[in-house]
T-cell receptor, first 109, second 117 residues
Framework: KNEVEQSPQNLTAQEGEFITINCSYS?????LHWLQQHPGGGIVSLFMLSSGKKKHGRLIATINIQEKHSSLHITASHPRDSAVYIC???????????FGEGTQLTVNP | DAGVIQSPRHEVTEMGQEVTLRCKLI?????LFWYRQTMMRGLELLIY????????DSGMPEDRFSAKMPNASFSTLKIQPSEPRDSAVYFC???????????????FGPGTRLTVL
């Protein structure tokens, strides 16, 4: 079983829809990242969380440390949000990131 | 700031050849991470440096892979000899660790797409 699991693996939405991507992890962590990777391949860090909730524009990330679960929400989705979204955790035992398999999001106009 | 700089962006080589990938950290950052991304295995950490010292190299696949930080702002990842299964996108990321609040987020370079024929 992977230490970091994301769901769904693939998600197709219509423009304007509210989107949620989930991440569950099974290890103790000091922080959790949400990353975005566009078809061109570049990786952008969207959020780094250790507790609570963060918001940036139409993106919201939440984390529940007790339940070992995080969610990434996109409000009013747009075709340019189409990308792979990757959850990654930093274990409390070190500095390395452990990655989920990613969620491929496609937003259709 | 130019962000993390990687070169080359694309590399095509033949099996058995030596490959050197380069990374320049963001100015002021003190930690560097080399990652590899493949379709089969996703993103994996290869090695992590802090203040020029290798801290965790448990992800380096085998002796054919080596990484160095000759100075505080630059790193190389070398594969010798290269094999077709090394074909992947190699990302470098930098961060400032030990700053206010402890662990800081990582900033990724654009990646080097390596193809070994």
């Amino acid at each position: 079983k992977n230490e970091v699991e994301q769901s769904p693996q693939n998600l197709t939405a219509q423009e304007g829809e509210f989107i949620t991507i989930n991440c569950s992890y099974s290890v103790g962590i000091s922080a959790l990242h949400w990353l975005q990777q566009h078809p061109g391949g570049g990786i952008v860090s969207l959020f780094m969380l250790s507790s609570g909730k963060k918001k940036h524009g139409r993106l919201i990330a939440t984390i529940n440390i007790q339940e070992k679960h995080s969610s990434l929400h996109i409000t009013a989705s747009h075709p340019r949000d189409s990308a792979v979204y990757i959850c990654a955790v930093m274990k409390t035992s070190g500095s390395r990131l452990t990655f989920g398999e990613g969620t491929q999001l496609t937003v259709n106009p | 700031d130019a962000g993390v700089i990687q070169s080359p962006r694309h590399e095509v080589t033949e099996m058995g050849q030596e490959v050197t990938l380069r990374c320049k950290l963001i100015s002021g950052h003190n930690s560097l991470f080399w990652y590899r991304q493949t379709m089969m295995r996703g993103l994996e950490l290869l090695i992590y440096f802090n203040n020029n010292v290798p801290i965790d190299d448990s992800g380096m696949p085998e002796d054919r892979f080596s990484a160095k930080m000759p100075n505080a702002s630059f790193s190389t990842l070398k594969i010798q000899p290269s094999e077709p299964r090394d074909s992947a996108v190699y990302f470098c990321a930098s961060s400032l660790e030990g700053g206010p609040g402890g662990y800081n987020e990582q900033f990724f370079g654009p990646g080097t797409r390596l193809t070994v024929l």
